[in-house]
């Protein structure tokens, strides 16, 4: 008897160390529109440890092509992972899905629908990681910052700007270079700048 | 001709009725405060007390026709008419005062009302719902919530048995979905992605019978236990609560 259960608890360890190793994951979709059924290009589709709650972690992510479609494989020794899509117009989405227990499993989505926000209101989370995997379309990326800059929730916008050291990296330079219309921002830094120089 | 002068220490007497007054005035409206306290929170009471009194006691003071200076009953020759000016200034005195205790009630109110969190839900034909069929099961729902909310999820409920929510749309402010909540199928799930007090939605509602009626959904925090925070509607708040948080 207890030779069966040293070995029972052997090969249960096995198994474990099998199933933990990390895999390669070919993840697959479509993203679209709710309701209309139209594509979203230029989406971003990320893999995240867990759904909710804290210490969530990305394993990888890429955006979606003109056609909304997004295929992408990624490391992982997850057995249930996290996909997250984010856009600024839409509500973003977060499905746990569980990954195969094979050497190359594949994760296909099919079509992820994806809700409109309010006329005017923006998403913001994410945004940084978002507009850095755009850095492959130069146009889609300029574009995806003038939309951020012409939310209608702009004090958001100001309020990650403060705090978020990658936003403000991406929005000053993007501002230098003159690719968007910083006006908007500029006008409100010039008057938050001004009165503390004299403190410098 | 002497009847007519102003009464001599008529400014003692008037300050002497308002300090009696006041006192008075205060025990009345702290019975008067437990005594309605079903109706209207303490707290409001107290912020109207000493205003209403100081209102109330000028008006008396301002409709007495005589004063008795002596302040005996016996000594009624003594009796003299105070001054029409006297008189317009305690009426004034008691306008202001019924004023100061207007803004002081709402203003109590609004506070107390600001502290509350509460859903609105509408029925409305929403074109982002049509796909689902029926355009008639929708509701535009507003989320006031005075807690914390980022990191939280709010979780989007049918009241009836057959219904189901199918989906939420339209948020207000950036919102991620998470879909289905776990120990209700029916019921949907969705993460606030910054901070908010106020936000809406619409809430697409499915009927398992296909009726195209709803009974309406309900609205709260998840808190993790497996239960739903349920906010309390609108509708079903206290009158001076519904007046304060239109304030």
């Known amino acids: 008897m207890a030779r069966t259960n040293w070995i029972f608890a052997l090969a249960s360890i096995l198994i474990a160390a099998v199933s933990a190793e990390a895999r390669i994951v070919q993840v697959t979709g479509k ?7 139209e594509a979203v290009p230029y989406a971003y589709v990320q893999l995240l440890n867990k759904c909710s709650g804290e210490a969530t972690e990305a394993a990888g992510g890429k955006h979606t092509d003109s056609q909304g479609d997004f295929s992408f494989a990624i490391e992982t020794e997850l057995e249930q992972v ?15 899905v569980k990954v195969e227990n094979k050497p190359s499993p594949n994760v296909a989505l099919g079509k992820v629908f994806l809700k409109p926000l309010a006329a005017g209101a923006l998403n913001l989370d994410g945004a940084v990681k978002h507009y850095q995997s755009l850095a492959d379309v130069p146009d889609i990326q300029r574009e995806f910052l003038a939309e951020l800059l012409s939310a209608n929730n702009s004090e958001q916008i100001e309020a990650r700007y403060e705090t978020d050291p990658a936003l403000r990296l991406a929005i000053d330079r993007a501002c230098r270079q003159g690719d968007v219309d910083c006006s908007r921002l500029g006008a409100r830094d010039k008057e938050k700048t001004a009165p503390s120089q004299p403190m410098h | 001709m002497a009847g007519t002068k102003p009464p001599k220490g008529a400014w003692e007497k008037v300050g002497a009725l308002i300090a009696c007054g006041l006192a008075a005035g205060e025990v009345t409206t702290k019975i008067l405060g437990y005594a309605l306290q079903a109706l209207v929170p303490s707290e409001v009471i107290s912020a109207t007390t000493a205003p209403l009194s100081v209102a109330i006691l000028t008006l008396v003071a301002a409709r007495q026709k005589t004063w008795t200076p002596g302040g005996s009953e016996s000594n009624s020759k003594q009796k003299s008419s105070p001054s029409k000016a006297w008189t317009r200034n305690l009426y004034l005195a008691s306008l202001v005062s019924s004023i100061a205790t207007l803004i002081g009630f709402l203003g109590a109110i609004r506070e107390r009302a600001h502290r509350l969190s509460f859903i609105e839900a509408q029925p409305t034909e929403a074109q982002i719902c049509a796909i689902e069929g029926s355009k008639s099961l929708a509701y535009k729902t507003t989320v006031t919530l005075r807690e914390p909310t980022v990191g939280s999820v709010i979780v989007i409920c049918p009241l009836s048995f057959d219904e189901y929510v199918v989906a939420v749309a339209e948020a207000t402010i950036g919102v991620d979905e998470l879909g289905q909540w776990p120990v209700d199928v029916r019921c949907q799930r969705i993460a606030p992605m910054e901070d908010f007090e106020s936000f809406s939605f619409t809430a697409c509602m ?42």
């Open chain 2, 206 to 247: 499915g009927s398992v019978s296909g009726r195209k009626t709803s009974e309406g959904i309900y609205v709260g925090p998840d808190t993790s236990s497996g239960s739903i925070k349920r906010l309390v509607e609108r509708r079903n708040l206290k009158w001076h609560e519904q007046i304060g948080s239109l304030l």
């Open chain 1, 82 to 96: 996290c996909v997250w899509v984010r856009t600024n117009r839409y509500m973003g989405i977060r499905k746990a």
């Open chain 1, 31 to 37: 993203v679209v529109e709710y309701g209309s059924n």
